[in-house]
């Protein structure tokens, strides 16, 4: 018999098994799918790594700090700001504290007015002040409202706030938590963002290659929770004290009818190879324009190169929200919106893979870190849609559930 049955080899079960284990708890981890990861995966298709929905670390995380080896997984940052379509070219805005040398470029571009740019300021020192926990705490509205409350114009807003977080959030309303909104400004203040050198499957892999050998099984499929143990759709039973269900919310709510599911953030992500970058430099660009489909685009093979072939490269395009239209259409879509801002070598853009992420990000409203969750005897909780949807709310979850276990067998816990 296991001391601890995980369930779901995503960030917060490897986490959580990382924890237990640097206590010597006995555990193990069971996957149903063909990799560690979770939502955080990476297929290699044709010579380039496509993650599944472009995402990013936000080397700020303090459970990330705490866990990964940044310097192992060989992170490529990007620049520390943007670059905005509108008014029929490209402009330049750039965190002035990373980057006093665009300065110029950001004041002059059309995106906003001085005023705006101050305000920045002002929500950047509201988001770093006092502890994680009382920003967590602090009276809660949108993001959309708590921006207009800080003085941002509404041309800031629908020409950088709304594509920029929109793509953080995968929220074009911005009807995401104020919370949310200044943990991720804390976040982008305090660190890079960044990629792994070879896509962000390299980070849940990291958290898994920690672990002893065998703690890990793929493909071992959890049809239900029994007393004291979990019954594999096969009908193997796996015996253990205490189980961690740490699948993502809907998963949850199948083995567990005490548990709500979330509701969810929809996403395509739509991937081109090009012969060559249409940026040639490492930044996110956003639509400013509040028309189209393309909320934002990422050339990832100028932020780490080894996502795409010698000699070739890898553009990334976020399309927000439900669909509803067939793949071909779409792409045709997307490559004629785009031949406006890169010209008329767009047509020669490869498609390679389209993933529809109907559970890209769990809906967190009212937004609170719940330090463990217990759902009965034995059996706890843990996920980002118990948390901040991200990364760091998914690897905090897993910590903070093996803690309550440590607690439980009367060892000493705490932060690693």
Same mark, same amino acid.
């Given at each position: 018999?296991?001391?601890?049955?995980?369930?779901?080899?995503?960030?917060? =079960?490897?986490?959580?098994a990382?924890?237990?284990?640097?206590?010597?708890?006995?555990? &193990?981890?069971?996957?149903?799918?063909?990799?560690?990861?979770g939502?955080?995966?990476?297929?290699?298709?044709? =010579?380039?790594? /496509?993650?599944?929905?472009?995402?990013?670390?936000? &080397?700020a995380?303090?459970?990330?700090?705490?866990?990964?080896?940044?310097e192992?997984l060989?992170?490529?940052?990007?620049?520390?700001?943007?670059?905005v379509?509108?008014e029929?070219?490209?402009?330049?805005?750039?965190d002035?504290? *990373?980057?006093p040398?665009? !300065?110029?470029?950001? !004041?002059?571009?059309?995106?906003?007015?001085?005023?705006? %740019?101050?305000?920045?300021?002002?929500?950047?020192?509201?988001?770093? +002040?006092?502890?994680?926990?009382?920003?967590?705490?602090?009276?809660?509205t949108?993001?959309?409202?708590?921006?207009?409350?800080?003085?941002?114009s509404?041309?800031?807003?629908?020409?950088?706030?709304?594509?920029?977080l929109? =793509?953080?959030?995968?929220d074009t %309303?911005?009807?995401?938590?104020? +919370?949310m909104?200044?943990?991720?400004?804390?976040?982008?203040?305090?660190g890079?963002?960044?990629?792994?050198? /070879?896509?962000?499957?390299?980070?849940?892999?990291?958290?898994?290659?920690?672990?002893?050998?065998?703690?890990?099984?793929? @493909?071992?499929?959890?049809?239900? /929770?029994?007393? $004291?143990?979990?019954r594999?759709?096969? $009908?193997?039973?796996?015996?253990?004290?205490?189980?961690?269900v740490?699948?993502?919310? #809907?998963g949850?709510?199948?083995?567990?009818?005490?548990?709500?599911?979330?509701t969810?953030?929809?996403?395509?992500?739509?991937?081109f190879?090009? %012969?060559?970058?249409?940026?040639?430099?490492?930044?996110?660009?956003? @639509?400013g324009?509040?028309?189209?489909?393309?909320? @934002?685009?990422?050339?990832?093979?100028?932020?780490?190169?080894?996502? #795409?072939?010698?000699?070739? #490269?890898?553009?990334?395009?976020?399309? /927000? $929200?439900d669909?509803?239209?067939?793949?071909?259409?779409?792409v045709a879509?997307?490559?004629?919106?785009?031949?406006?801002?890169?010209?008329?070598?767009?047509?020669?853009? *490869?498609?390679?893979?389209?993933? +529809?992420?109907?559970?890209?990000?769990?809906?967190?409203?009212? !937004?609170?870190?719940?330090?463990?969750?217990?759902? *009965?005897?034995?059996?706890? !909780?843990?996920?980002d849609?118990?948390?901040?949807?991200?990364?760091? =709310?998914?690897?905090e979850?897993?910590? @903070?559930?093996?803690?309550?276990?440590?607690?439980? %067998?009367?060892?000493? #816990?705490?932060?690693?």
């Open positions: 018999m296991k001391d601890v049955v995980i369930v779901g080899g995503g960030l917060a =079960g490897l986490t959580c990382r924890r237990l284990q640097a206590d010597g708890v006995d555990c &193990t981890v069971l996957e149903a799918s063909d990799g560690v990861g939502r955080v995966r990476t297929d290699e298709v044709e =010579g380039f790594r /496509l993650d599944r929905g472009f995402q990013v670390l936000l &080397t995380y303090p459970a990330a700090k705490r866990w990964l080896d940044y192992r060989e992170l490529k940052r990007f620049s520390a700001g943007a670059r379509w509108c029929g070219r490209m402009h330049r805005v750039s002035p504290w *990373r980057e040398g665009a !300065l110029w470029a950001t !004041l002059r571009a059309p995106v906003g007015s001085l005023a705006d %740019k101050l305000s920045i300021a002002t929500l950047r020192a509201a988001a770093r +002040r006092g502890t994680m926990a009382e920003l967590f705490a602090r009276s809660e949108t993001a959309l409202s708590a921006l207009r409350a800080h003085g941002f509404e041309r800031m807003i629908e020409r950088f706030m709304r594509p920029w929109g =793509g953080v959030f995968l %309303k911005l009807e995401t938590s104020s +919370r909104l200044e943990f991720v400004f804390r976040m982008f203040a305090e890079d963002t960044a990629v792994p050198a /070879l896509g962000m499957q390299a980070i849940p892999e990291q958290l898994a290659a920690g672990l002893i050998p065998g703690t890990v099984r793929l @493909n071992a499929r959890v049809a239900a /929770l029994e007393t $004291g143990a979990v594999l759709v096969g $009908g193997e039973r796996i015996e253990g004290r205490q189980v961690v740490a699948t993502e919310g #809907a949850a709510a199948e083995l567990l009818p005490e548990v709500e599911a979330p969810w953030r929809e996403v395509t992500a739509v991937y190879a090009a %012969k060559k970058s249409p940026l040639r430099e490492p930044t996110l660009v956003l @639509n324009t509040g028309r189209g489909r393309v909320n @934002n685009v990422a050339v990832l093979s100028e932020v780490a190169p080894g996502y #795409a072939p010698a000699g070739e #490269a890898l553009v990334s395009v976020s399309v /927000l $929200g669909q509803a239209m067939d793949e071909a259409p779409l879509e997307i490559s004629g919106e785009l031949a406006a801002w890169f010209g008329a070598e767009v047509k020669d853009w *490869r498609h390679l893979r389209s993933y +529809r992420l109907k559970r890209a990000l769990p809906v967190r409203w009212p !937004l609170a870190r719940l330090s463990a969750v217990a759902v *009965r005897p034995g059996v706890w !909780l843990a996920g849609f118990l948390n901040s949807a991200s990364i760091q =709310g998914a690897m979850s897993g910590e @903070n559930v093996a803690e309550a276990i440590l607690r439980e %067998k009367g060892r000493p #816990a705490g932060r690693v």
